[in-house]
Structure formats: C-alpha cells, structure tokens
Nanobody, 124 residues
Framework: QVQLVESGGGLVQAGGSLRLSCAVSGRPFSSYTMGWFRQAPGKEREFVAAIWRSIDGTYYADYIDSVKGRFTISGDNAKNTVYLQMNLLKPEDTAIYYC??????????????WGQGTLVTVSS
C-alpha cells in the first residue's frame, strides 16, 4: 500500500510562491495517477492538478482552470516525490492541500490514497 506525506505549506503574501512536496513510499509514484486537491474553509475538496505517466513513459499533467499558468505539478523519480510549485499565489488559494494517489487513470476520491494535508495560507 502506498503512503503519502505532504510538506511545504505555510503563510505567504499574495503574489508569493510556495512549493509543496508529497513524499511517496511503498511504490513508485510513476505507477499511479498523482494529484493535488485542496479544501478551503467551508468548501468542498476540489481538484487542483494531476500528473500521470503514459504507457510510453511520457508524463502528462492537468490543472483546474483557476491555477493554469501559476501552478506546476512535477515529479522526481529518484526521490519518489511529487511537487506542486505554486506561484503568484492569491488569497483564494488558501486551503489545506492534499496529495492523492490512484491506480486508475482518473483519480476517484472515494478510492484514492490520501496524505494528511498541508495548510497554505495566502494573506492579502
């Protein structure tokens, strides 16, 4: 069973940057579709970004529209870690960010493995 541990959250001013890390243990992250989700106070958890490897070894990524051009998801096979680089942060990005892993091409929240979350707070 894969295990996920997030880190890198914190307090940052609007316009600033943070990099979240998701350390994966148990299996190579490349054998999963890996994703980042977030949950803001009083709101439902929402998809932010995902990365997956195709059969030919190419990595692909997908993002929610509100973070396109600002966030980048990537992975380091040697460290077995997935990252979320967040630039030009906005107060509305404030949330607990969760890492998720699913063996299927699309992450199903009820079936995925989840990390414990890391809090990102963006001040205005």
């Amino acid at each position: 069973q894969v295990q996920l541990v997030e880190s890198g959250g914190g307090l940052v001013q609007a316009g600033g940057s943070l990099r979240l890390s998701c350390a994966v243990s148990g299996r190579p992250f490349s054998s999963y579709t890996m994703g980042w989700f977030r949950q803001a106070p009083g709101k439902e958890r929402e998809f932010v970004a995902a990365i997956w490897r195709s059969i030919d070894g190419t990595y692909y990524a997908d993002y929610i529209d509100s973070v396109k051009g600002r966030f980048t998801i990537s992975g380091d096979n040697a460290k077995n870690t997935v990252y979320l680089q967040m630039n030009l942060l906005k107060p509305e990005d404030t949330a607990i960010y969760y890492c998720a892993a699913d063996r299927s091409p699309k992450i199903v929240t009820s079936r995925a493995v989840w990390g414990q979350g890391t809090l990102v707070t963006v001040s205005s």
